[in-house]
């Protein structure tokens, strides 16, 4: 691994389709024993609050949002997916990390 890359992790998520044997080989000459992958040196854990705080947070979260005033239209959907994201902020996501 680089020295830039050093302190870098990268995850994968339980998807499958982005576990062909040249991606993970791409993936380990770039990020070495900082992989956590199924096929990685880090195994993933499928199911990790830990690991994965926007799956069990931000997507619900902005979700509920996104459709809280029903959107008729794909450019009122677009708004307010604009909206919400802008709107979070980034004490909100430490304190997601944090617990």
């Given at each position: 691994?680089s020295?830039?890359?050093s302190?870098?992790?990268?995850?994968?998520?339980?998807?499958?389709?982005?576990?062909?044997r040249?991606?993970?080989?791409?993936?380990k000459?770039?990020?070495?024993d900082?992989?956590?992958?199924?096929?990685?040196?880090?195994?993933?854990?499928?199911?990790?609050?830990?690991?994965?705080?926007?799956?069990?947070?931000?997507?619900?979260?902005?979700?509920?949002l996104v459709?809280?005033?029903?959107?008729?239209?794909?450019?009122?959907?677009?708004?307010?997916?604009?909206r919400?994201?802008?709107?979070?902020r980034?004490?909100?996501?430490?304190?997601?990390?944090?617990?």
């Open positions: 691994m020295q830039t890359n302190e870098l992790w990268f995850q994968q998520d339980g998807a499958t389709c982005p576990t062909a040249a991606t993970i080989d791409l993936l000459d770039t990020f070495g900082h992989l956590i992958s199924r096929f990685g040196p880090v195994n993933r854990p499928p199911r990790s609050c830990d690991l994965t705080p926007l799956d069990y947070f931000l997507w619900g979260y902005v979700k509920s459709y809280a005033d029903k959107p008729q239209t794909l450019d009122h959907l677009e708004d307010n997916i604009r919400v994201i802008a709107d979070i980034p004490q909100m996501l430490e304190k997601v990390i944090e617990n």
